[in-house]
């Protein structure tokens, strides 16, 4: 490369820790691709498809989905671990910062395409949120997501104190961070002006944890892993939301502390999560 030629290096293929050539897996030349780009500093890797980049949708499920000019590398390896397969999710494991990817069309200029920046958070993490939460529960057999979420969050609530939510006819679970002053009284007054539910009630306070990491949903028994500790000691889940490879767990208020501890200590044990 520093004496001006053009290397070509096939993908897919590697060697193994006993030195022996094998294979990469489903998404090899991609990673290929990534690892050579890496280990040569270089400035861009340019991915070359039969598409013309990343889309916002399938265009077999959608008309007309939209080419998308910029993403983040947390947004593509979101969209890529959910099923787009332009770009394998693992060889977005080997970006660092710097380094700009682009994936473009056969057929097409190398400046155009989508352009990809920044690199993942790797590791596995537990934060504990030091702010407290509020259980809502709405109940009632006309309930529906569509006709009460929109309201809530329009006209009672923004949309960042919203930390998750869970539907289980015939009732609607909020859980709210620092729930507004009056926001149970004027959700309740809601409801029965516009005949969306029967009743609501809340709970508190309680504390969110949250453990986060690319490829947890791929970890088997990571949920057994977390609650199993707290089970042992007495600790009570409000609440268990998987999303975008994190598991957000709702605990008692005067239980963070311990939770924290006991999920992190069992992580560690697992060794899925570096001691600190």
């Known amino acids: 490369v520093d004496e001006g030629y053009v290397v070509v290096v096939p993908g897919f293929v590697g060697l193994s820790p006993e030195g022996k050539i094998t294979t990469l897996g489903r998404g090899g030349s991609d990673i290929t691709a990534m690892v050579l780009g890496r280990c040569l500093n270089s400035d861009e890797v340019i991915f070359v498809k039969d598409v013309s980049g990343i889309l916002s949708a399938d265009p077999k499920k959608v008309s007309n989905p939209e080419k998308i000019n910029v993403l983040d590398a947390e947004e593509m390896y979101t969209l ?19 380094v700009t990817l682009r994936v473009v069309g056969l057929n097409e200029d190398f400046s155009s395409g989508t352009v990809i920046r920044g690199e993942l958070n790797l590791g596995l993490k537990v934060v504990l949120n030091n702010k407290p939460v509020s259980m809502v529960t709405i109940v009632g057999k006309e309930i529906s997501p569509t006709n009460i979420v929109p309201k809530i969050l329009s006209e009672e609530l923004p949309l960042e104190k919203l930390l998750g939510l869970t539907f289980s006819y015939p009732s609607i679970i909020l859980y709210v961070e620092e729930s507004p002053p009056g926001f149970i009284d004027k959700l309740h007054k809601l409801i029965k002006s516009k005949r969306v539910a029967k009743a609501v009630h809340s709970f508190e306070p309680l504390s969110q944890i949250t453990i986060s990491g690319h490829d947890l949903e791929k970890t088997p028994g990571i949920i057994d892993t977390i609650v199993a500790p707290l089970s042992l000691n007495s600790i009570n889940l409000y609440g268990l939301i998987t999303v975008s490879s994190s598991v957000r767990l709702f605990i008692h208020w005067n239980d963070r502390e311990k939770a924290y501890s006991l999920i992190k200590e069992s992580l560690t044990k697992a060794g899925l999560l570096k001691e600190d």
């Open 80 to 98: 890529s671990s959910a099923g787009a397969k332009v770009l394998h999710p693992k060889a977005l494991k080997y970006v660092k910062n710097g």
